[in-house]
């Protein structure tokens, strides 16, 4: 949590503590970033009134640096721009104070199953991108065809390669990245982006 209202910032940390959670306060933006921002799931509460740099211009700062942490909003003086501002830069939520405990509560952890989920995306799609990696250039191009629809002959056509050479290439990629089955592969594809829709068994 980032507040630089001394009481407020630990009454919110004997709640949360309080509740379960693992808390770090921090007075300013910039003590939030010597600390580092966590390596599992959580989320940040920021007030957007600060000395200095406000909240709002802080949750800018973090989608600048790439740095991936759900945000809620927390401020005594809300008004509806803020409110937009704040969400449309990817807040999970926006508390006017005084709030209620369960209102925090409820709202840190949805931002945290938010943030685990993003998180187990991230490690699947890492994995994948090895598997992927790990393919030969000919099953990688076998590989965008087959997820499009395309039947072995129509991809034995566009490589000017035999059907069973195609055949080959594609039980071994099939093997190679560990699908069962044409919609595994096509889920995979997918979450690597490599999915070409403008190419599919009618118009090869």
């Known amino acids: ?39 599992v799931a959580a989320c940040l509460v920021l007030d957007i009134r600060l000395r200095g740099e406000s909240g709002l211009d802080f949750q800018d700062r973090l989608l600048a640096d790439g740095i991936t942490i759900p945000v809620i909003l927390i401020t005594g003086h809300g008004d509806i721009p803020m409110t937009v501002r704040g969400m449309r830069a990817g807040a999970i939520d926006f508390l006017q104070k005084p709030f209620e405990d369960e209102d925090l509560t409820v709202a840190v952890t949805k931002a945290i199953e938010t943030d685990r ?15 992927y990696r790990g393919l030969t250039p000919r099953e990688q191009e ?19 390669l035999s059907d069973i050479t195609v055949k080959i290439h594609r039980g071994s990629l099939m093997r190679k990245m ?3 089955s044409l919609a595994d592969l096509v889920r995979m594809a997918e979450l690597l982006g490599i999915r070409d829709d403008s190419i599919h068994r009618y118009n090869a």
Not at 117 to 131: E, G, M, P, Q, W
Not at 142 to 160: E, P, S, W
């Open 117 to 131: 989920s993003r998180r187990l995306v991230a490690a699947s799609a890492a994995v994948l991108l090895d598997l």
């Open 142 to 160: 076998v590989m965008g065809f087959v997820v499009t629809g395309l039947m072995n002959k129509q991809i034995a056509a566009r490589m000017t």
């Open 1 to 39: 949590m980032i507040d630089d209202d001394d009481s407020l910032r630990g009454s919110i940390g004997s709640l949360l503590r309080s509740s379960g959670f693992v808390v770090a306060l921090y007075g300013s933006t910039d003590a939030f970033l010597a600390a580092g921002v966590p390596a």
């Open 178 to 180: 560990n699908a069962q």
